[in-house]
């Protein structure tokens, strides 16, 4: 793990082990202890079990009453199937206090593979996650319910019981979105594309939940579909705060390759100081690839995209048929110079005024249309 100078630690570098693997290792211990247990080691197996308690208590406190204002009751969570794997850990469908939720689970470490330096490192930027997202409310952003920084009272819920958790486990509990990410619906409409009023309503639900974000003075940094979740009335939704955090007042003091390639900024990618507008920049990706659903680049390798953003200022290609009210407000957005690019405030006024009654285009009227997404009607 490394540091800024801020203190402030990166938690795109955290690589975190399979929680599948985890669990394994977990099971195997318990079926060899099982195997080797003999009939008259009552006595050494109730002294392991008080040490094992002991240990347990020392390296992650049971529920406490003074508790911080984010923390659960561990007692209340159900948490059950995976929905999703990640670098960043594992995503599982759950129940807490009643509730439908989604459980983003983090491993610090088990069995001593991490130096104490390392789990301190995890702790800090879990710690920044739940800093920045609990205090957020916005109808485009997903509700947060609450964490907890390691507990021995965790288990998940399979076919054959309950498996308790390596007490080193944290998790992130949030509202559960039926509607799943926001680029698998665009996979889905890879061909048909979508009719041009939902492509204005999509990018206007992440434009305004990323206006409230810059309001609250949060800077996202890893601005993509894919992070972005859908309920079941299709209203998008801002997620994972994994690498957010609160804007420095002095630039220079946000620097680092922090992001996904493709959606990054020339100025991120440069290692240059940045600031909210390189949200503003990522924006204007996922408005391309919410118009096209398509992916930026697919034909391009990471170094590629790299260096033909920063010095050539490659960007991707506008489809002939897009109408020029929402291709205008991509070309502001992904503008090489951040202060050229527009405050999401101006974004979402941008995107309000567009007219879908009529969609218009770019295609001059004596020209034929050579796109495949060229007809009159988009969409289902």
């Not at 983090?106 to 920044?128: N, P």
Request: overall charge neutral.
């Amino acid at each position: 793990m490394k540091e800024n100078s801020d203190g402030f630690v990166r938690a795109d570098q955290i690589d975190l082990k399979s929680l599948d693997e985890q669990l394994e290792r977990h099971l195997n211990k318990v079926r060899a202890m099982d195997k080797n247990k003999k009939p008259d080691d009552g006595h050494l197996s109730s002294v392991a079990a008080a040490a094992t308690a002991d240990s347990t208590k020392t390296i992650a406190p049971t529920f406490r009453k003074d508790r911080q204002a984010w923390e659960i009751d561990p007692s209340k969570l159900i948490i059950k199937t995976v929905i999703a794997r990640g670098t960043f850990g594992t995503v599982h469908r759950g129940i807490y206090d009643g509730q439908d939720v989604a459980v983003k689970l983090l491993d610090w470490g088990e069995e001593g593979h991490r130096t104490e330096a390392e789990i301190a490192a995890l702790r800090a930027a879990f710690s920044q996650e739940v800093a920045v997202w609990h205090k957020l409310d916005h109808p485009n952003v997903t509700k947060f319910i609450g964490a907890t920084m390691g507990s021995a009272e965790l288990q998940i819920q399979t076919e054959n019981g309950q498996i308790g958790m390596p007490s080193n486990i944290c998790c992130v509990v949030v509202e559960y979105l039926p509607g799943g990410a926001l680029k698998s619906y665009l996979i889905k409409n890879r061909r048909r594309k979508l009719a041009f009023k939902v492509v204005v309503e999509l990018a206007l639900d992440l434009a305004r939940g990323l206006s409230y974000l810059h309001s609250q003075k949060i800077v996202h940094r890893d601005v993509k579909t894919e992070n972005m979740l859908l309920d079941k009335t299709r209203t998008v939704k801002i997620a994972d705060f994994g690498v957010a955090r609160v804007e420095a007042s002095n630039p220079n003091d946000m620097t680092g390759e922090t992001g996904t390639l493709g959606y990054m900024a020339p100025e991120v990618l440069n290692g240059n100081p940045y600031n909210r507008k390189c949200d503003v920049y990522s924006f204007g990706i996922c408005i391309w690839e919410i118009y096209c659903c398509d992916m930026p680049y697919a034909d391009l390798s990471f170094s590629e995209v790299t260096s033909a953003v920063v010095r050539q200022n490659l960007r991707p290609e506008i489809p002939r048929c897009c109408p020029s009210s929402l291709a205008n407000v991509m070309k502001r957005c992904w503008d090489a110079n951040p202060d050229k690019r527009p405050e999401m405030d101006e974004v979402v006024s941008m995107l309000e005024a567009i007219d879908i009654s009529k969609g218009g285009g770019m295609i001059p009227p004596d020209q034929q249309g050579g796109c495949l997404c060229f007809r009159k009607y988009r969409g289902p």
